[in-house]
C-alpha cells in the first residue's frame, strides 16, 4: 500500500515537472529591452510578509483534506488486525517561528519550527481470531503531533505571469502521540496502533499537507496578478503586465518584469528599446516599481484617444482664473472676452487636439500638448457665441508626490506659444494686451487648475483599486531620463490577506 502511494506521490511530482515544463514561456534574446514594468521586492520585505506566514499555514492545514487511512497487520494470537481512521479533522494549531531566506537563483526557503497541532477523528478496528472469532471496535482518538516543515518555492512562468512552485515540501515530526478516547482501551492496543500506524499517517500527513501547500502558493500568485491586473484597469484602458522574462530570486531581493504595454481597442502599442537595467534599482527600500517613459506616454495616448483630455471650467472656476491679479491688462481682456456678460453664462472648454508627448528626465515628466481653449458666452434669451478661441503648444515640467493618501503633482516650469488666437471683440489681433495676459493667466493659474483637477482624479482612481488600504511608508517618486522609480517601505497590508483567504477559502 505504501510503495504504490510512493509511486502515486512520485507520478504526480513528474507530472508537475511536466505541466512546469510544457508551460515555460519563450522569451527573446534581449528581453531588457521589451520591458515597461519592472517590481522589485527586497529582503525586508520578505522578512516582513513571513510574519503572517502562519495565517497561510494554518489555512493550509485547516483546507487540507485527510483521506481515510486504513491498513492490517498480522499479530499472533490475535489474527489479523484491520483498523481505519476516518473524519480526521485539524485542530488547536499554533506556529512557534518561521524563517525565510533568499536562496540566489533557486528558490524561497521558509522554515516553520514546532508547528503544534491535534488531529482527531474516529478509529475503527477488528480482529479475526484463531478461533474464527471476529470483533469489531470504534473509537474515538487524538493526535498530537508537533512538526517542523521546510518549503522551497520557486518562481517560474506560466502562461506569461508569474507562478509559484511549492511542491519541493518536507515534514518532519518531532512528536506523534496517538490518544485513544478516555485511554480506556488496554495499553497492548494502544501501543500497537502507535507503532504500526505511526509511518502511514506520517506519510498521509505529509502528502496533504504539502499538496494543500503547494496549492495554495499557486493560488496566492494567481490572486495577487489579479490584483496587479485589476489595478492597471480603468474602462477601456489597460496595461499587458504579462512576463518580459523569467522572475529572478537574488539573496537580497525577487524581482519580476512585465511587458508594460497599454491594452485600449484597436490602439498597438510596441516597446522594443527599454533602457531598464538592474543596476538602476537599489536594495535599500522594501518595495520598487521601475517604469518606462514610454508606458507614460502610451497611456496619455490612450487617454487621448478615449475622449478623456477635455475640461470645462464655469461660474466661480472661470472667476477666478480671469481674476487672479486685478490689472489694467487684466481689466481690459475681461471686457474684451466677456462683454459685460456674467461668468455663470460662460464656459471655458479646455481640449487636446493631438497626442500628448510625454518625457521622463531629472527635473520631472515633461508633458508637451497641443491645446485648445473656447470660451463660449450663453447671455439670458440671446444666441450663443464663440468670444475666444485659440490654440497653444504648452510644455510644462511636473513634480509628482504621495503624500497622505493623495497623488501631488506640482508644476515647476512651463512655456506657452500661441498657435491660433482668435477674439471675437478684437478680430484684427492686433491688441497684444490681450494676448500678453492670457499668457500670464494660463502660466499662473490655468496649468495650475487643469492639474488640480487631475490630482483628485487619479487618487480616486488609485483609491478604488485599493491603494489607500495600504500602510505606504516614506514614498518617493524620482524621475530620470526616459524612466522613473516609485520606491518605498510599507506595513503589512492585512486587508489583502484576509481578502485572499475569504476568497480562497
Given at each position: 500500500m505504501l510503495w504504490a502511494g510512493g509511486m502515486r506521490l512520485g507520478t504526480a511530482r513528474i507530472l508537475l515537472m511536466l505541466v512546469h515544463a510544457a508551460a515555460a514561456c519563450e522569451f527573446g534574446p534581449m528581453p531588457y529591452s521589451v520591458t515597461g514594468i519592472v517590481f522589485r521586492m527586497t529582503k525586508p520585505?520578505?522578512?516582513?510578509l513571513n510574519q503572517e506566514t502562519a495565517r497561510l499555514i494554518q489555512a493550509a492545514f485547516k483546507n487540507a483534506k485527510f483521506p481515510n487511512i486504513t491498513g492490517e497487520r498480522s499479530m499472533r494470537f490475535l489474527g489479523t488486525v484491520a483498523y481505519t481512521l476516518a473524519n480526521i479533522q485539524v485542530?488547536?494549531?499554533?506556529?512557534?517561528?518561521?524563517?525565510?531566506e533568499l536562496k540566489e537563483n533557486d528558490a524561497i526557503d521558509i522554515a516553520i519550527k514546532n508547528v503544534t497541532a491535534f488531529f482527531r477523528g474516529t478509529l475503527t478496528y477488528g480482529y479475526a481470531g484463531a478461533w474464527f472469532l471476529q470483533l469489531f471496535h470504534s473509537v474515538d482518538f487524538e493526535i498530537q503531533s508537533s512538526i517542523d516543515l521546510q518549503i522551497n518555492i520557486k518562481l517560474l512562468c506560466q502562461e506569461e505571469q508569474v507562478a509559484a512552485d511549492a511542491s519541493d515540501c518536507y515534514l518532519s515530526f518531532h512528536k506523534l502521540m496517538l490518544h485513544l478516547q478516555g485511554d480506556k482501551e488496554p495499553g497492548w492496543l494502544k501501543q500497537l496502533f502507535t507503532d504500526f500506524i505511526s509511518f502511514t499517517l506520517k506519510f498521509v500527513l505529509k502528502r496533504e499537507l504539502c499538496k494543500e501547500i503547494n496549492l495554495l502558493a499557486q493560488v496566492m500568485a494567481n490572486f495577487v496578478h489579479?490584483?496587479?491586473?485589476?489595478?492597471?484597469?480603468?474602462?477601456a484602458i489597460g496595461l499587458d503586465i504579462s512576463l518580459a522574462s523569467d522572475p529572478l530570486i537574488k539573496a537580497n531581493y525577487l524581482e519580476s518584469h512585465h511587458k508594460g504595454l497599454v491594452l485600449y481597442k484597436n490602439y498597438s502599442d510596441v516597446l522594443s528599446d527599454s533602457v531598464f537595467s538592474p543596476s538602476l534599482l537599489s536594495e535599500s527600500r522594501m518595495l520598487y516599481f521601475w517604469i518606462s517613459e514610454h508606458i507614460l506616454n502610451s497611456l496619455a495616448s490612450a487617454a487621448f484617444l478615449d475622449g478623456r483630455l477635455v475640461l470645462a471650467i464655469r461660474g466661480e472656476k472661470l472667476q477666478a482664473l480671469f481674476e487672479f491679479e486685478d490689472t489694467e491688462a487684466q481689466q481690459k481682456a475681461v471686457h474684451l472676452i466677456f462683454q459685460g456678460n456674467s461668468y455663470n453664462d460662460s464656459v471655458a472648454k479646455v481640449w487636446s487636439l493631438a497626442l500628448p508627448e510625454i518625457s521622463l528626465q531629472p527635473e520631472g515628466t515633461v508633458v508637451k500638448s497641443l491645446v485648445a481653449v473656447e470660451i463660449s458666452i450663453f447671455p439670458p434669451g440671446e444666441e450663443p457665441l464663440t468670444a475666444l478661441y485659440m490654440e497653444e503648444e504648452i510644455t510644462v515640467t511636473i513634480q509628482a508626490a504621495y503624500v497622505e493618501k493623495k497623488l501631488i503633482l506640482r508644476p515647476v516650469d512651463s512655456q506657452i506659444e500661441f498657435k491660433v488666437f482668435n477674439c471675437t471683440a478684437d478680430p484684427s489681433g492686433n491688441d497684444q494686451s490681450v494676448r500678453n495676459f492670457?499668457?500670464?493667466m494660463i502660466s499662473a493659474v490655468g496649468i495650475p487648475e487643469v492639474i488640480s483637477k487631475i490630482e483628485p482624479a487619479l487618487t480616486s482612481l488609485m483609491n478604488s483599486k485599493g491603494l489607500h488600504l495600504f500602510e505606504i511608508k516614506n514614498p518617493e517618486i524620482i524621475t530620470r531620463k526616459r524612466?522613473?522609480?516609485?520606491q518605498l517601505d510599507f506595513?503589512?497590508?492585512?486587508?489583502?490577506?484576509?481578502?485572499?483567504?475569504?476568497?480562497?477559502?
Open positions: 520585505a520578505a522578512l516582513l485542530s488547536d494549531l499554533s506556529i512557534e517561528q518561521s524563517e525565510v489579479n490584483v496587479a491586473e485589476n489595478f492597471v484597469q480603468d474602462e492670457l499668457q500670464k524612466y522613473l522609480i516609485v506595513s503589512f497590508p492585512n486587508h489583502l490577506l484576509l481578502d485572499f483567504l475569504e476568497k480562497t477559502l
